[in-house]
């Protein structure tokens, strides 16, 4: 570690989170890194909770910031970098608790990392301790990322060597130079919140810095607790504008050409499959008007039985499809009763936010190319020879996607000297059943 680091500072976001703090503060005042300084920031960001005055109560150590608006988790942690004293600061949730030691484990790690190190990334469990939240996350061939082994039993997941190479570090509990947090650009504002610490971790080592794990530093986590006041679907929005916003300003040139294509196709995919299973009218998306509308012009009928159709689905696969064609059937009735005429209803939730991410890609162009110019003015290490370290990775994720990247066609569309890895999302993530 550097000589000239001499103190190390917290920093706690919290929006609406007085619940939380009386565990999170606590654990973090108890922290000791021998030889530095520790200083704790805190910004309550808009909170009409009495987090502020609970906190100038309860804890008059801390630094408190206040705004009186929402400023979202990027912008809000800038603040608080810009504010700090410290050398290096510690990136933590407000829903979290830190377990004796973590600071101490995260700022060793860094002191014994070679000096092209700038960030470590941390380790995060459920709040029993017995489940991961986040050891080592993957990046998504469009821009999407996911959490490896997401709520398996620690006994049975996938977690990273204490000094082995991360893409990125959580967030949630992450180390950084403050120099090299700032040098970057810090949290991209427009992120508002999530894959901002992709984004970030990408940045840093373009600019040829590196980032590694101290699975011993760990944090407990209310999973979701502060996330969930956003409302699932605007979460979704923020998903898919933020992973779309990520390739984007990232992959140099070359290869945002040569994945564009793919990104693209599957972002739309989606869309279609959204618009056309989940919104009443969809299936009129899917209706060629003009096949057999024509005398003599429709193909010969080739229909499959129901016996048939029962044997190659399973009872399962049948009913549910079966089910789920008569219920599109009653919303596009609806959908044309409502109307008088044949039209599509936009009203899911989570079709709103794909076209909402699409808004907002398209809008935000111009932003991106400037964010682009400075990645690549700081650029000290190519995007290939980073994804030949992190290999991107192709789940079915979202309605048509599993169709979408078995196919021969799709697979033609990528690029075929960069590695890929494929996994089912249960073979990425556990979800509770």
Not at 84 to 97: I, Q
Not at 178 to 195: K, Q, S, T
Request: include cysteine; hydrophobic fraction near 45%.
């Amino acid at each position: 570690m550097p000589s000239t680091v001499r103190r190390v500072s917290i920093l706690v976001l919290s929006w609406n989170g007085r619940a939380h703090l009386s565990a999170c503060l606590p654990a973090l005042a108890a922290q000791r890194v021998p030889g530095l300084e520790v200083e704790i920031l805190l910004l309550d960001n808009g909170s009409t909770d009495g987090s502020a005055e609970w906190v100038r109560r309860h804890h008059p150590e801390v630094r408190l910031v206040t705004s009186e608006v929402n400023l979202g988790f990027c912008a809000g942690n800038n603040r608080l970098a810009d504010l700090a004293r410290g050398e290096l600061v510690a990136f933590v949730n407000n829903d979290t608790r830190a377990e004796p030691g973590w600071l101490a484990a995260i700022v060793d790690s860094y002191r014994a990392a070679e000096a092209d190190v700038a960030a470590v990334g941390g380790r995060i469990v459920d709040w029993g301790g017995e489940r991961l939240d986040f050891g080592r996350g993957v990046l998504a061939f469009d821009g999407h990322a996911f959490q490896l082994d997401f709520r398996r039993p620690l006994a049975e997941a996938r977690q990273p060597a204490a000094g082995e190479e991360l893409l990125f570090g959580c967030g949630g509990n992450l180390l950084v130079e403050r120099r090299a947090f700032l040098e970057v650009g810090g949290f991209d504002p427009r992120y508002f919140a999530y894959l901002e610490d992709v984004d970030l971790g990408w940045r840093l080592w373009s600019a040829g810095r590196r980032v590694i794990a101290a699975p011993e530093a760990t944090v407990r986590h209310r999973s979701s607790a502060t996330s969930d006041l956003l409302g699932h679907h605007h979460r979704g929005f923020l998903f898919e504008r933020n992973a779309l916003r990520t390739v984007h300003k990232n992959l140099e040139p070359e290869l945002w050409r040569a994945l564009m294509p793919a990104i693209l196709l599957t972002f739309l995919s989606r869309v279609e499959a959204m618009l056309a299973e989940s919104n009443p009218g969809g299936a009129l998306l899917r209706a060629d008007p003009f096949a057999g509308a024509i005398a003599d012009t429709a193909p010969a009928a080739t229909a499959e039985s129901l016996a048939e159709k029962w044997r190659r689905m399973g009872a399962a696969e049948f009913a549910r499809r079966a089910a789920s064609k008569a219920w599109r059937t009653v919303r596009s009735r609806r959908a044309r009763a409502a109307t008088g005429t044949e039209r599509v209803l936009v009203e899911d939730p989570r079709t709103l936010a794909q076209l909402r991410a699409l808004a907002f890609f398209r809008s935000s162009l111009e932003s991106a190319a400037a964010e682009r110019a400075a990645i690549a003015a700081r650029r000290r290490r190519s995007d290939r020879e980073i994804l030949e370290r992190f290999p991107l990775w192709i789940v079915p994720t979202y309605p048509g996607d599993a169709e979408l990247f078995a196919s021969p066609s799709f697979a033609a569309w990528l690029p075929g000297d960069l590695p890929f890895e494929r996994a089912r999302l249960d073979e990425v993530m556990l979800f509770p059943g």
